[in-house]
């Protein structure tokens, strides 16, 4: 089965330190791969996405992430977090059967 | 452009009553995806169609869960005889093009409880 795994269920960070969140995929194939971000009590909004090219993609709110095939990871990043950071984020991967998603991480960003 | 619409947001049920959950996606996909997602967990595929065609629903946990979209466009999806294990917030998302491009667009979801 398609999966994804997010190994960190909780990240606690100081406002302006950078941030790294962690996502493995289990694929005989390259999937298309995504993250999402989910404030509270809202639903989730797509922060970037990758299907083939260049492995650094850009999202939105100077977040980045970095595809590797060789590692099977697709890691999240930015380089200074704000509070408004603080929301739960997913990895998930596309196949037929529409998105697969992690359990999510949860990031608290403090001041 | 409007967004994925859900209703209602709250529901506090008994066991063995029954709710029905209310999707309007975006106008022009044609796919829209029904999620269940426990509390601290993430998003779980319930059905998902294209147009009014049911494409999979063999993630629906039970016979008590039904999911319909009549006429390609608004979904409902129907719990009956409730159980405490219910309990999550049920998520809309919708899609252009058969959801080839794989981005999924969310609605608020909507939580429910059952006692």
């Known amino acids: 089965a398609q999966s994804v795994t997010q190994p960190d269920a909780r990240v606690t960070v100081s406002e302006g330190a950078s941030l790294q969140l962690r996502c493995k995929y289990s694929?005989?194939?390259?999937?298309?791969l995504f993250w999402y971000v989910q404030y509270p009590r809202q639903g989730l909004q797509l922060l970037l996405k990758y299907y083939s090219g260049d492995p650094v993609v850009q999202g939105v709110n100077g977040f980045e992430a970095e595809f590797s095939k060789s590692n099977s990871s697709f890691h999240l990043r930015k380089a200074s977090v704000h509070w408004s950071d603080s929301a739960v984020y997913f990895c998930?991967?596309?196949?037929?059967?529409?998105?697969?998603f992690g359990l999510g991480t949860r990031v608290s960003v403090f001041p | 452009e409007a967004g994925v619409t859900q209703s209602p947001r709250y529901a506090v049920l008994q066991e063995g009553q029954a709710v029905s959950f209310w999707c309007d996606p975006i106008s022009g996909h044609d796919t829209l995806y029904w999620y269940q997602q426990p509390r601290d967990q993430g998003p779980q595929l319930l059905v998902y169609?294209?147009?009014?065609?049911?494409?999979?629903n063999s993630q629906l946990p039970s016979d008590r869960f039904s999911a319909v979209r009549p006429k390609g466009t608004n979904s409902t999806l129907k719990i009956q005889s409730a159980k405490q294990g219910d309990t999550a917030t049920y998520l809309c998302a919708s899609s252009p093009f058969g959801g080839v491009t794989g981005q999924l667009y969310f609605g608020e979801g909507s939580k429910l409880t059952v006692l």
């Open positions: 169609f294209r147009d009014e065609a049911v494409i999979d």
């Open positions: 694929s005989s194939v390259t999937p298309y």
């Open positions: 998930s991967n596309n196949y037929a059967q529409g998105l697969t």
